[in-house]
């Protein structure tokens, strides 16, 4: 398939309950206000160094109800929640809001990124997002730097556990639609 029939929307692919469903949920409310003036893309500091991400375009692509091509893009999971898009937004979209609120509905499908995976794996395991190697604390011995805190993964696992956080990490959402 051409890039461009990729691009290409079909009527098929319109979930027109799905705009409802983001602006029920907290930070989604005010989804259906943007108007599309690019001012959240040009303020982007991570848009500025992507040639795909785009926060105008997730927002557009929510606004018509592209449930999977948006739940299911990995740029959607390039945003580092810095609030400017929110910040700057003349229409008061919470941009970043919007975007967790997506991020929330793509994993509940299963589909979160394997390095978004080994993170969590990670934070179950050792308490920090990355495992440190041992030859990173040696260093900070011979540095005289005092030994890192140590993590407390069992009260993480324990607080996890309660919110499904396990089975949203081990399943794995068959990709459907677009991208
Ligand atoms: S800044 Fe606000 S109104 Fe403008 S495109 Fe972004 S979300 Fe829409
Ligand atoms: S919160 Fe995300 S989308 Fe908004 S400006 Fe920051 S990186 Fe970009």
């Not at 848009?47 to 795909?52: L, P, Q, V, Y």
């Not at 929640?81 to 809001?97: I, N």
């Not at 991020?103 to 978004?116: E, H």
Request: glycine share 6%.
């Amino acid at each position: 398939m051409s890039e461009v029939e990729e691009k290409r929307i079909k009527s098929s692919e319109i979930d027109p309950k799905f705009k409802y469903e983001i602006a029920q949920m907290h930070g989604g409310e005010k989804l259906m206000r943007c108007f599309q003036c690019g001012t959240c893309t040009s303020d982007c500091p991570i848009a500025k160094f992507s040639d795909t991400y785009r926060p105008r375009q997730i927002i557009r692509m929510a606004q018509l109800g592209l449930r999977d091509r948006v739940l299911n893009s990995d740029t959607l999971w390039l945003c580092a929640s810095c609030f400017t898009c929110t910040d700057r937004c003349p229409q008061d979209v919470e941009v970043a809001s919007v975007i967790r609120v997506l991020r929330n509905l793509a994993a509940q499908k299963g589909f979160v990124p394997q390095v978004f995976r080994e993170q969590a794996s990670s934070i179950l395991e050792t308490g920090y997002a990355y495992k440190i190697p041992e030859l990173r604390m040696k260093k900070r011995e011979t540095l005289g730097l005092p030994p890192l805190p140590k993590g407390n993964p069992k009260n993480i696992r324990k607080t996890l556990q309660e919110v499904g956080f396990f089975k949203l990490i081990e399943s794995k959402g068959e990709k459907s639609g677009g991208k």
